[in-house]
Every structure is written in C-alpha cells, then in structure tokens.
C-alpha cells in the first residue's frame, strides 16, 4: 500500500501535470484540497444487509436483512488514478471488498482522527451508496476516515413501505455502530451526513445515543447534516426536543422544489416533509437552515448535496464550523453559534 504521505505528493504532481497541459481548464488539485479518500481510496462499511456470493463477488452486500450486522473494507479506484495522465474525468469505482470479522482494527493510541458517517437513502444498491459516500468526502474534502452505514434498500420505486421498514429496523445497528465510534480512543470528531429516508434512522439513533450517553454523545458529535430529510415535521420536532445539545450540530438542507419530497408531501396527506418545510419553522427549532431552492434546475433536486458545487461547499462550511467548536467546547471556551448559512445569490 502506498502510503498516505506519497499518496499526496503524486496526486500533487498529477495536478501540476494537469494544469501544464490544459491550462485553466484542468481540475487543478494541490495538497491543501486532496481528501483523504482520493489519497487512499477505502471507504469502511457498516452494514445490516445481507452478504451475496462471499465478501469478494460481486455485489458483494445485497437486499435482504442480515442476521447481524458487518463490518467491511472497500477499495475503490477513484477519477485521480495515477496509472493515465488522461484530461477525461473519470469516476469512482469498486476494486475490492474485504470482510472485517473483528471490526475496526484503528490503533487505540496515536494520533486521533475524525471520521464522516454517510448515511443513504431510499433505493439505494450497496455499490451506488458506497460510491455515493466517497464522493461526498472528496467532494467536502473531507480529510479522515469515510465510513458507510448502508441498510437493507430493495433498490425499487415500489418497495418505499419496506425499504422504510428496513430504515427502521437498522436504527439500533447504526446505534451501536455510532456508539463505538463515540467510545473510541482514536476518533476525534464524528461528522453524519445522511440523505432522505437515511435521515429518519439517524435522527432515531441519534434519540437512542443521547438516552445511551446523554450529553457525552455531543462532545463527540460535530456536524449532523440532514439532506432532503424524508421525515414528517412534527415526529422530526418531536425527536429534536429528545436529543439534548446534539441538536445545536445539525444543519438541515431543504429545497422547496424537491420533486421526490413534493410526492411524499401529498402522500402524507399535505404533512410537509423537513426536506420542504419552511426555514423559518426549522430555524425556530435552534436549526442551520441551507434553503438550496434557487440551486435545483428542472430534475428531482433530491441530491443537491452530492449533485451542486455550492451546496456542497456548505455541507463542507457546517463541517469545519462544527470543528471549531469542538476545539473551542473541549478547551472549556465559551462558543457563540454561528448564524444560518447564505448561499451565492441569496444575499
């Protein structure tokens, strides 16, 4: 394995490379914007789905529920890939699936390191939702571990009632997985990032982690990040009242024009949807409101967090905002919230 130091200075030198011969076109990387994850392309995956054909066949988890839960590495090969000097962008790929039986195996001492959860939503495949969170940490540039908490999705249109019962079924999994991670000497930080039905698991687990830890779990906690929450408003409220100061991390991203919420809008009978709901209602919560409206064109404007440049320069704002905090709390500081993000455009 090549490590993470050389991983580095070749993807710096592929940039300069790059740059030389496409001018102010080419992406241009240096080491201050390369993530960890397109230095050393792994994500680790905790999963409640069930194994298909042994860990190294593909697809490699499935659709099913599994008896217990897994633990696993993915090797990836990512669009920065160093074997072709190519101006064609390429994209994220899965190379290797490796079961992990014992768990994670990160030394209990050195230095610590923070680590973003990615948590997906409906009619998700295992693969789309492990690319999914490498390019949302290459996207945030994020620079720590990448773990995927992947659930049983039947990956249809029409399994909505069962892959929400699956969500749902996976809260305690993913409890317990958040609750290593919290009790962990190695991990600094916890950064969650989850997307539509995702987000309604995590704020259940996260209501479970807080009557498990109480205010401890929030010394832990940095930025909760909420995607187009698929989550009626009064349950979603009902849970933030339930989780303690964990609830000052979260930052909610909404998009009045999300043609996927708007279905399940009238579906629930005209309930909004948190992913919909008016900012002001979100903000009188205690809530970072990221109201990405103006940025969704004439698609479903469900992924803009993966999907827009600007929008995910905030997903990456609320995360080093979070970090700061998390220095300012653990130093006995004094920390004044910050105020609710503005996008280009919308001052």
């Not at 809260?171 to 309604?200: C, F």
């Not at 708007?262 to 002001?280: C, D, P, S, Y």
């Amino acid at each position: 394995m090549i490590p993470f130091a050389n991983r580095l200075v070749a993807l710096s030198l592929l940039s300069a490379v790059c740059a030389a011969c496409a001018g102010a076109t080419a992406d241009k990387l240096s080491l201050a914007d390369v993530s960890s994850v397109a230095a050393e392309p792994r994500v680790t995956v905790f999963t409640t789905r069930n194994a298909v054909k042994g860990a190294q066949a593909r697809p490699w988890f499935g659709t099913e529920r599994a008896k217990r839960p897994s633990v696993a590495e993915v090797r990836l090969s990512s669009p920065y890939d160093r074997s072709s000097f190519s101006l064609v962008a390429g994209d994220w790929s899965i190379d290797k699936v490796q079961l992990l039986p014992n768990g994670l195996t990160w030394p209990q001492e050195g230095p610590r390191r923070d680590v973003l959860v990615y948590v997906h939503g409906f009619n998700q495949s295992f693969q789309q939702a492990t690319l999914d969170a490498a390019r949302l940490a290459d996207g945030v540039k994020f620079r720590g571990e990448t773990i995927l908490f992947t659930w049983p999705s039947r990956e249809a249109l029409l399994d909505y009632i069962h892959d929400r019962d699956s969500a749902m079924w996976s809260r305690d999994a993913l409890e317990s997985m958040l609750a290593e991670l919290i009790q962990h000497p190695a991990v600094n930080n916890i950064h969650l990032v989850a997307h539509s039905m995702g987000t309604m698991v995590s704020v259940e687990s996260l209501r479970q982690i807080h009557a498990r830890f109480g205010e401890t779990a929030a010394l832990k906690m940095g930025a909760i990040v909420l995607a187009s929450p698929d989550i009626d408003i009064d349950v979603f409220a009902s849970s933030v009242r339930r989780i303690g100061s964990m609830a000052n991390r979260i930052t909610v991203l909404t998009a009045a024009n999300d043609r996927a919420l708007g279905i399940m809008n009238r579906l629930a009978g005209g309930i909004a949807r948190v992913g919909t709901a008016e900012k002001e209602r979100l903000e009188s919560m205690g809530l970072r409101v990221i109201d990405a409206s103006q940025f969704g064109g004439s698609g479903i404007n469900h992924d803009l967090f993966l999907s827009n440049d600007q929008v995910r320069e905030q997903v990456r704002r609320a995360i080093q905002d979070s970090e700061r905090s998390s220095l300012a709390i653990r130093a006995g500081e004094v920390v004044i919230g910050s105020q609710t993000p503005v996008l280009p455009g919308q001052q």
